[in-house]
């Protein structure tokens, strides 16, 4: 399977949409338990520092200046906490992968969190075997217990389906991210079936895309970014979608609070 190049598109346009909602659905989960269960099929990194000139600038770029009066919204909240600075250093701005916001937002609530992730780049696999040897040693000295992540390096399709197959019917809320990097023509293919599969098995699926590339079923409740609604550049992609996939008891609430979320959001940058 090709490798794929996660540091080049952090922070960027895409990443803001999908991460927003991310943060959004498990919030919404944690709403009504005290445990997570977290899986991602392509996770990169730990996290990112944005240096210019890069992608981001024209996504989490052009809200930067604005992230103290978004901290109303968990993802902003993050970001502000991990970036107590208004201005970057040197070395940029800190950006956290997918996991590691979960991570970040589970802590904050005082959620217990176990998390399993895929990636097949090894500089990922590397990056991922550090943070989490790190993230061990902080918990012994601390004597607390961290979130629980177990890193895979392997494709993240075939991995998971065992995985959910094994995990049907989840004791606490559990939320999948499939976030493929669309360099191979099966990518979207095997995610629809594993998003269908781990819906089934009762996770609530969040599956990224980008709207120029395809346009996914109207059955799974597409959520669309269209960039220039929240004065984003993303470059030759026009916007950005996430197609929700929930148990039939969540499927309505959970959409309609994002949706809701969402509309917030637009509304506040189109003040500033």
């Known amino acids: 399977m090709p490798l794929y190049d ?13 991460h ?19 899986a991602e099929s392509h996770c990169g990194y730990p996290h990112y520092l944005l240096r210019a000139p890069g ?29 107590p600075s208004p201005h970057p250093g040197l070395d940029g701005l800190l950006y956290p992968g997918s996991t590691r916001q979960i991570c970040e937002l589970a802590t904050s609530r005082s959620a217990n969190l176990k998390a399993e992730i895929w990636d097949n780049h090894p500089d990922v696999a590397a990056s991922w075997q550090d943070y989490l040897s790190m993230h061990s040693s902080i918990s012994r000295r601390l004597a607390e217990r961290l ?28 939320l999948l991210l499939i ?10 293919i095997l995610s629809e079936m594993l998003l269908q599969n781990a819906r089934e098995k009762g996770w609530t699926v969040l599956w990224w895309y980008m709207t120029d590339l395809m346009t996914a079923p109207s059955s799974m409740d597409p959520l669309i970014l269209d960039f220039s609604w929240a004065d984003l550049d993303g470059g030759r992609w026009s916007g950005a979608g996430v197609a929700l996939a929930a148990p039939e008891d969540s499927q309505f609430s ?14 506040m940058l189109k003040w500033y």
Request: with cysteine.
């Open 6 to 18: 996660h540091a080049i598109h952090a922070g960027n346009a895409g990443d803001l949409w999908k």
């Open 20 to 38: 927003f909602l991310l943060n959004e659905a498990a919030d919404w989960l944690l709403q009504g338990s005290s445990s997570l269960i977290y």
């Open 55 to 83: 992608e981001w600038q024209g996504g989490i770029g052009r809200i930067w200046p604005h992230l103290p009066r978004l901290k109303v919204f968990p993802y902003f909240e993050i970001l502000s906490e991990l970036n």
């Open 147 to 174: 979130p629980e992540i177990r890193f895979y390096c392997s494709d993240g399709f075939s991995g998971l389906l065992s995985h959910i197959n094994r995990n049907a019917s989840p004791p606490h809320p559990a």
């Open 179 to 188: 976030d493929p990097p669309y360099i191979d023509s099966k990518d979207a």
């Open 254 to 267: 959970l959409r309609d609070h994002l949706r809701q979320r969402g509309h917030e959001l637009i509304r």
